[in-house]
């Protein structure tokens, strides 16, 4: 895994959901731990889902004094992901894609992200998704997948850097909890499992 400059990372600059302000990537683990929930689209439903599972743990974080923070690369689907509150953290806006970039997240090409969201993780996903009513748009950038940042307080260190393999790979909760070492009694939801042609729950 590549190595993260926290330094170099930490001046990029995120556009606040709430204020429109920009703010220094850094300024989110000043003060405290933070996790970084990086979306592929704000209108992915997938993601959405991904954001819902996440904000499970969000009641032991704020307990434990973790920020919770979400970020999507552009503004595409922002107002309707605020709007169905699918996440319980903070929202930011990476509009110069920098992050994800420095970060290492990969970018599809028009032909492979195809085979990608057919994958049996994005079936399985995008069916627990649905069985929750939880849905999504393909408006937006379609190509750039993203992962999660996990940082110790005052940027001591990494914790945690997990870059998506699929588009439908999540970071397990359990795994979350480790790496700031709390403990949740958040539960994950089952997926459901698919076969070629129907999912079960």
């Known amino acids: 895994m590549a190595k993260v400059d926290l330094a170099k990372v930490g001046k990029n600059l995120l556009k606040s959901s709430e204020g429109g302000e920009s703010v220094e990537l850094q300024s989110l683990w000043q003060d405290q731990p933070v996790v970084l ?9 997938v993601c959405r889902w991904m954001a819902s599972e996440i904000s499970k743990l969000e009641p032991d974080l704020r307990a434990s004094g973790v920020a919770l923070v979400g970020v999507g690369p552009e503004e595409f689907g922002l107002k309707e992901f605020k709007e169905g509150g699918y996440f319980k ?8 894609k920098k992050t994800y970039k420095d970060l290492g997240f990969k970018r599809y090409t028009a032909i492979s992200v195809v ?6 993780k994005v ?7 649905s069985a929750e ?3 999504g748009n393909f408006s937006g950038d379609l190509l750039q997948s993203g992962g ?3 940082v110790a307080k005052g940027g001591e260190k990494v914790l945690l850097h997990f870059i998506q393999d699929s588009p439908g790979d999540l970071v397990p909760l359990e795994d ?6 709390i403990s949740s009694t958040a539960k994950a ?9 129907v999912c079960t729950r």
């Open 89 to 96: 953290g903070s929202v930011y806006v990476d509009e110069q």
């Open 123 to 129: 079936r399985d996903a995008a069916a627990k998704a």
């Open 148 to 150: 999660m940042l996990i």
């Open 176 to 181: 979350i909890t480790k790496a700031l070492s």
């Open 133 to 135: 009513g939880i849905q």
């Open 189 to 197: 939801s089952q997926k459901p499992v698919c076969n070629d042609d």
């Open 115 to 120: 085979p990608a969201a057919l994958g049996k």
């Open 37 to 45: 929930f990086f979306l592929r689209r704000f209108g992915c439903q």
